[in-house]
């Protein structure tokens, strides 16, 4: 997203020039062409006219598994090298997309195919670290819950930062405003 190109490429790229190559992040060019990334001036808007690709492997910041799902917002689901982040408290790390804590699960549950993608052919494709696409038989809803506060098994309420200002939209709506 442009988004992460301004406020997280960019500037790192302005530091040390050698940031997307040792990150194994390509840069493409409109044609789909991979450019130099050193032939990009990056202080500039036009910096966000490229599209970023991270080689696939452990060092991929979506980790080993990104779950695409149908959205106008570019959002999908992914598994991350961080595996730590899962036990903070406060879990807005991510530029929008969604974590995913156990996605070889997940994976399994959705391919649900146990002849063609049980653990061995899912592990073996994992470990080539190249790039997969698979589309599932049929389609499957994906209901994204957004909450701020909840009671947990201990019966104790628990709240949550509002990352993305909804508390106050619903409130408003509510009230009837």
Known sequence: PVSIIKNEIAPKMLKDPTYLT????????????????????????????????????????????????????????????SRSLFEAADRAFSSGCVRVERPLELTRLLLNDAQKWNEETIAKTLESEQTRNVTLPRKIPVLLAYWTAWVDQENRVNFRRDVYGQDTRWAEGLDGE
Do not use: C, F, K
């Open 22 to 81: 040792r990150s194994r992040i390509r840069v493409l060019n409109g044609r789909g062409e991979e450019v130099d990334p050193r032939s990009i001036n990056w202080a500039s808007e036009r910096a966000t006219n490229y599209t970023l690709r991270q080689d696939s492997g452990a060092q991929n910041s979506l980790g080993s598994i990104r779950i695409s799902m149908p959205n106008s917002h570019a959002v999908y689901m992914h598994d991350t090298p």
